[in-house]
Nanobody, 122 residues
Framework: QLHLVESGGGLVQAGDSLRLSCAAS????????MGWFRQAPGKEREFVAA????????DYADSVKGRFTISRDNAKNTVYLQMNSLKPDDTAVYYC???????????????WGQGTQVTVSS
């Protein structure tokens, strides 16, 4: 089993930056494309960003393009989400996930972290 643990969430003000981290517990992390998703209360889980195994390919939701950056450090078994210019609409629980193949839909991901809360005040 691949276990993922997110960290770095918190309460910030609009316009601030935050970096989320997701650490994997096993050494096969580099075999998995990774993604970030988020879910706000009363809303469906939505795609945020994805990154391929060797960081050759990335994808972003239109709502975060130009503000968020996904990256990974395979030597540290960690994927990151750098979030800049945060808006109140970014408030959600953020989840990292691992997929067997590169994808931008949640159904394609097999392993999920517990989530970390990001709250952006106006």
């Amino acid at each position: 089993q691949l276990h993922l643990v997110e960290s770095g969430g918190g309460l910030v003000q609009a316009g601030d930056s935050l970096r989320l981290s997701c650490a994997a517990s096993v050494g096969t992390f580099s075999n998995y494309p990774m993604g970030w998703f988020r879910q706000a209360p009363g809303k469906e889980r939505e795609f945020v960003a994805a990154i391929s195994r060797r960081s050759v390919t990335t994808d972003y939701a239109d709502s975060v393009k130009g503000r968020f950056t996904i990256s990974r450090d395979n030597a540290k078994n960690t994927v990151y989400l750098q979030m800049n210019s945060l808006k109140p609409d970014d408030t959600a629980v953020y989840y990292c996930a691992a997929s067997g193949t590169y994808a931008v839909v949640s159904a394609s991901y097999d392993y999920w972290g517990q989530g970390t809360q990001v709250t952006v005040s106006s």
